[in-house]
């Protein structure tokens, strides 16, 4: 058994360079790192945001916040603003809810707030507000931090929005830095050795490359995994119905416009619109279903959505690979990024995969040569992730109480609900979501997620023992005090223009 000295990603882009930043600094120097990308392939960047774990990436590869902000158009994210998931525009009821990235409050010794909200202990107030300063931080358009934190801290957790093209020509630049050896080249073939490995690829310019390690970071194509491998890739359309992204980019109205401290994520006829604001521009997009929709309605829609500003500029139409793969390690070649999987980018989830992938990777390595173990261990753990991750992407649309459009109504079809999500939800009606209910290890989104989104989203809990919970008392003063101090909150930080024109400023 041949030892692995050397690793070859092959493809850059996010998933391509992130890897190789991360297993650079965490690998150290006796592991050789080449990156192979052809010129003639471009970056998809569907999704501009990010979970907040992205900040203890940044932090260990060795990026300052200033020069990430500056160089990547960057803004600070502190959730997701979901408008019209409930019910559509204009119908009575509640139309909008927030996710945010903070954690309910709770003082030690005090009791979860999440009960006693169900049972009436913060009023008509939505959890998200009642429960955290966080809301009323990013309705203000005020940022997480201020600008004396040091990086990656600050008081509100928080993630990023940023443009995908920069952060991975920063990160290239990055890499190269650490040590990681670039080749400009396209890639013809793959061969294999007879076990089923594979022995080598070849390059148009640079001619053969082998490794002891492979890493397919070719996107959609998936060109080891898939084509060379025949990894199969387990499509899941039938549960999550959107397959198409209209994108576009969007200036201000004025250069000091504020900017929005989350992902505006709207609902629409047969989809939904993100839109995220950086430095200099929005950046707009409406995923939809095919199935539901064409796409001359949709760029309508798009178009209906932006107003003014859309006109004169082109959308870009992209198609989604929506699924996985169960298998993303073969032999010795693992997927990171597209080439494993894709789920749509409703809670920024593509980032995040290509950080646990890339961790898994760096924490298991086998260096002795001993793949089999290491690689059964990651797919697992990388499937079970994806299983979750759609559990939670699919509980925002199955719980809608729209009725409009035949792609709500199949959403909320049992039959496109997984299993194990309607399993939790069964549950739920009786007792509220515990962090038992979860497996932190292979969970992207905390408890808390799940909570923001199943209450947003009305979702009915009936507590069945109200007199086991005898801190009424305590969880009113509370919410009473969060209610007071988001008030100071919003008053200490600064906005979030204000904060990045702090990073920015020259």
Known sequence: MKPVQDVLIVGGGTAGWLAACFLRRTLGDSIGITLVESKEIGIIGVGEGTF?????????????????????????????HFANWVRPAGTPGQQSYFHPFSQPSQRPGGPELLPYW?????????????ATLQKAVADARHAPKRPGDADYMG???????????????????????LGVKRIEATVDSVELAEDGAIASVTTRESGKLTAGLYIDCTGFRARLIGEALGSPFRNINDTLFVDRAMAMQVPYDSPDAPIASYTISTAHEAGWTWDIGLHERRGVGYVFSSRHTDETRAEQVLRNYIGKASEGRDPRLLKLNVGYRDTQWVKNCVAIGLSGGFLEPLESSGIGLIEAATYLVSYLFPFNGDVAPVAKQFN???????????????????LTKRTDNSFWTDNVNPSTIPETLREKLAMWRCRPPHQLDFITDLEMYPPSSWQYVLYGMEFRTEIHNPRAYAQMGAAQKEFRMIAEVSKRAVADLPTNRALVQHYTRK
Do not use: W
């Open 155 to 177: 008081p509100l957790n928080y993630a990023y929005h940023f443009d995908a093209g920069s952060f991975a020509a920063l990160l290239c630049t990055h890499a190269q830095s």
């Open 118 to 130: 169900l049972l009436g202990a913060a009023g008509s107030t939505p959890f998200a507000e009642a």
């Open 380 to 398: 697992e753990q990388m499937k079970a992730r994806y299983e979750k991750i759609v559990d939670f992407v699919k509980l925002h649309y199955c």
């Open 52 to 80: 907040p774990s992205i900040r203890g990436t940044l932090s260990v590869i060795g990026i300052d916040e200033a020069r990430f902000i500056r160089e990547c158009n960057a803004t600070f994210k502190q959730g997701v």
